[in-house]
Each structure stands twice: as C-alpha cells, then as structure tokens.
C-alpha cells in the first residue's frame, strides 16, 4: 500500500490539501506502449555511426540507453557519442528509424490510459501529455493512436528550452503554460521511469506517481522520490479524487 503524502498545516501560505488541478503525463511506457521500439530504434541509430550487434561498444551503449529512460534522446546521444555532430547524427538516425516503426502499427495505448485522461479532463482537471522524443516523433506518435486533441497541451523537450528530464522543465512549462495551477503543489506528475519522478519532484509537484507498466521497477521509482506508485495510469484518477481539496 502506498502511504499518503505527508498532511500540510493549514496556513495562508501552505493550504492542508491542494487541488491537483494539472496533471503532467508521460507517454511511451506511461500512457503509450511501444513495445520496446525505442532499443530498436537505438540499434539502428548505432548501426548508422559503426557501432555494431554483438559488440561490447554496443552492449555497454544500449545499457545507457535503458538506464536513463525517460531522459532527452539527443541528450542520451550526446552522452553517447561525445561529440555535437555525431549525436545530431545519432539522433536524426534513430527518430526516423523510430517514426517508421510507428508506422509499421507498432503503438497502442496502454490499457485505461486513454480513459484516464478523458476522465481526468472531464473532472476539470487540465492535462499535458509529455515526451522525451523530437516533436517530430511525438507527432507521429500521436497521430497513429489518434490522440492529438487528447490531452490540452503537448510538449516534448524543445518546447520547454530544450532540456528534457531529469530537468523539471517540462513540467515548469506545463505550469506556466496553461496557467491550469496557482501553486506547483497543485501538479500531479504521472511517469514510468526514475526521470521522470526526478523531474516532477525538481519541479515541486504536489504528487509524483511511479506506474510499473515501463522501463523501471518499483525500488527505483520510490529511491528517486515517488509518492505513489501505481500498476498503471489508469490507478491515478481514483488517488487524485480523495487528495482534491473541497471546492
């Protein structure tokens, strides 16, 4: 069972319970299931800059890949390949080899995601919908699931200067952007990976949820600061309704 956050004094400056009245979601391994197209995806970017299948380069830079889920790609990449011109190079490679397994029918949402958001929207809540990926990937993402009026705002790292998560900008952005908050402990942030709880607990969100339906299990999304974690996004409507403070 997960614990409830800690009660707040009640105070003109620190009100007893916020109103989570923006919700800030992840997509692939949160909302979206891709099926682990993004190691696919990662091979074929190596394969384009010589990094060969079977090779210990290759383990070593797909096991990076894995632990910093979540993370801008091109941030990855950088890390990666050391130098500006290899990783635009490495990052060019893999959205397009991403984009096509899109494509190819390889997403679905995850069970209950897309009912979740609906429901939380139909709640008068306001919801962005996040990403990791070039706009260009998200698009194409969310045009195959037919989701691009789903959610109120999308926003993937460039719209939010260009630095993704573990920075909490994106969900800065989705605050300042939507004007949906009066305080950031009155955001829920929802994600799949240790960045993405990282950046939502950087950002001062009221509550950060963990779901075990991605790329890390439940010691690493409670280790880097989760409040709750949950099977699934579809679990966050329900932890959200006896939080909301009374109208």
């Known amino acids: 069972m997960n614990p409830a956050p800690p009660a707040n004094p009640a105070s003109p400056t620190h009100p007893a319970t916020p109103a989570y009245k923006l919700v800030v979601l992840d997509m692939a391994g949160t909302t979206v299931a891709d099926g682990g197209l993004v190691e696919r995806a990662f091979e074929r970017a190596a394969a384009v800059l010589g990094v060969e299948p079977g090779t210990p380069g290759h383990a070593e830079k797909l096991q990076y890949v894995r632990d910093t889920m979540g993370e801008s790609k091109i941030s990855v990449f950088r890390h990666l390949f050391g130098t500006e011109e290899l990783a635009r190079r490495a990052n060019s490679a893999f959205e397009q080899a991403y984009a096509e397994l899109v494509e190819g029918g390889l ?26 990926f070039a706009r260009v990937t998200q698009d194409a993402i969310l045009d195959a699931l037919g989701w691009q009026d789903l959610a109120d705002l999308t926003l993937c790292p460039a719209d939010a200067g260009g630095r993704g998560r573990p920075y909490p900008d994106m969900v800065l952005a989705a605050f300042l ?71």
């Open 107 to 132: 997403v679905a949402p995850l069970p209950g995601a897309r009912a979740a958001v609906e429901q939380l929207r139909g709640e008068g809540r306001t919801v962005v919908l996040t990403t990791g």
């Open 177 to 247: 952007r939507t004007g949906a908050a009066a305080d950031v402990r009155e955001v829920a942030v929802a994600g799949d990976t240790a960045y993405d709880v990282l950046s939502g607990r950087r950002a001062g969100a009221g509550l950060v949820a963990g779901v075990l339906t991605g790329a890390h299990d439940r010691a690493a999304l409670a280790e880097h600061g989760a409040t709750h974690v949950l099977g699934s996004v579809a679990e966050l409507p329900a932890i959200l309704d006896p939080l909301a403070a009374p109208e």
